[in-house]
């Protein structure tokens, strides 16, 4: 079992080039699987659609989500498909295997006067809050994911232009830099970073208090610290602020295909979900202001 799961890390790798977070949540689930056809003296080699429909039903019966469910099931399908890939077996037992399409959640979004909020909360007067305000101003300004921030140099962004050059799965892409971020990633890079930046370390644009690179998670941390001192009640993470960067674009006039280019999709279909949340936007808009709408 170990030798397939080590191989099958190799292929995500190499031949499916996917993220570190999507290697990551398929490991984890090929794992699940694998011990819970141990229980059953069961090989991944000798595995029939029984067994993976065996395993989604067990899932189910410990009231996973449809969302957990439906990326296990992927998972497994990877899986088998990474062994037909290496010639050790000629169908895929989990291809046929059907679930009860999962409904579809408009994701979570900050109205303007949140997000203005929300970037006044760092202090800048010292090191920490110089930073997180240079990394919220430049989330909203690109939209970029967490994981993209993070992983930022100094030599990825020119202050000078205010374009920022973000390295993705598929390729560099430029994405414009509003002037305010401009001003506060520099004051970041040229008046506080030395103080904590390990003079020994990487590049990293930005680093974490003990001189690192900061992490998802301490990253993802400073997002909820900030939200809860502004007094945002809704469920935000470092995602909510690349969603609400795509809608208020869109609100502003700006195309799905420039949004798509800008945010790193690879099929527009992802992009196009914040058209049906501009939708849902206008309409609530207009059932609470309308003096009309607001008598039924």
Request: hydrophobic share 35%; net charge neutral; proline share 4%.
């Amino acid at each position: 079992m170990n030798d397939f799961y080590s191989m099958f890390g190799e292929y995500l790798t190499e031949q499916k080039t996917s993220s570190t977070n999507t290697k990551e949540s398929y490991l984890r689930d090929t794992l699940n699987f694998l011990e819970f056809l141990s229980e059953f003296d069961v090989t991944p080699l000798h595995a029939d659609e029984r067994d993976v429909q065996a395993y989604v039903d067990r899932l189910q019966e410990i009231n996973r989500s449809p969302t957990t469910i439906s990326r296990n099931l992927a998972s497994v399908r990877c899986f088998f498909k990474f062994l037909i890939y290496r010639g050790l077996l000629d169908q895929n037992p989990a291809k046929g295997i059907k679930l009860n399409k999962a409904e579809k959640k408009l994701p979570q979004v900050l109205q303007g006067e949140e997000i203005e909020l929300l970037l006044s909360k760092p202090d800048i007067t010292e090191p920490k809050g110089c930073r997180d305000k240079a990394m919220l101003e430049l989330l909203y300004a690109t939209g970029i994911r967490a994981s993209e921030l993070i992983n930022l140099d100094i030599k990825d962004i020119n202050l000078r232009s205010g374009v920022l050059y973000c390295k993705g799965n598929k390729g560099v892409r430029s994405i414009p830099v509003y002037p305010s971020a401009v001003v506060a990633v520099s004051d970041y890079i040229y008046r506080m970073r030395g103080l904590i930046a390990d003079p020994n370390g990487d590049d990293a644009l930005f680093v974490n208090l003990n001189g690192g690179r900061l992490t998802r998670q301490g990253f993802w941390k400073i997002v909820k610290s900030y939200a809860a001192d502004a007094g945002i009640t809704k469920e935000i993470t470092p995602h909510t602020i690349r969603h609400s960067f795509a809608l208020h674009l869109l609100e502003n006039g700006a195309s799905v295909k420039d949004i798509q280019t800008m945010m790193g999709h690879a099929d527009i279909s992802s992009t196009q979900v914040y058209v049906q949340l501009l939708d849902n936007h206008v309409k609530q808009v207009y059932q609470d202001c309308h003096p009309k709408a607001k008598l039924g």
